[in-house]
């Protein structure tokens, strides 16, 4: 089961807080992929593609907010875009 982290709104722990809520609920995941008769490698690659498709989403997000606040800056300015 998933719990919720310790505290809401941030602070400097939260990220660890988070990762142990949903440990038993990615655990329940990875043990029902091993029931259906996934092996280890194939879980581990699955992982690693989930991780790599996460890590590109937040660089193009990290990119789409720079823009976004060149565009806002260059508008406060009475610039063109």
Do not use: H
Not at 19 to 25: D, F, K
Request: glycine share 6%; proline share 6%.
């Amino acid at each position: 089961m998933i719990r919720p982290p310790k505290r809401q709104g941030e602070y400097p722990d939260r990220e660890i807080d988070c990762q142990e809520a949903m440990e038993p609920g990615f655990q329940a995941i990875l043990d029902c992929m091993l029931e259906v008769g996934w092996t280890r490698g194939e879980i581990m690659r699955s992982l690693r593609r989930l991780i790599a498709a996460d890590n590109m989403t937040q660089k193009e997000n990290a990119k789409v907010e720079a823009q976004i606040a060149i565009a806002l800056a260059m508008m406060r300015a009475g610039r063109p875009i």
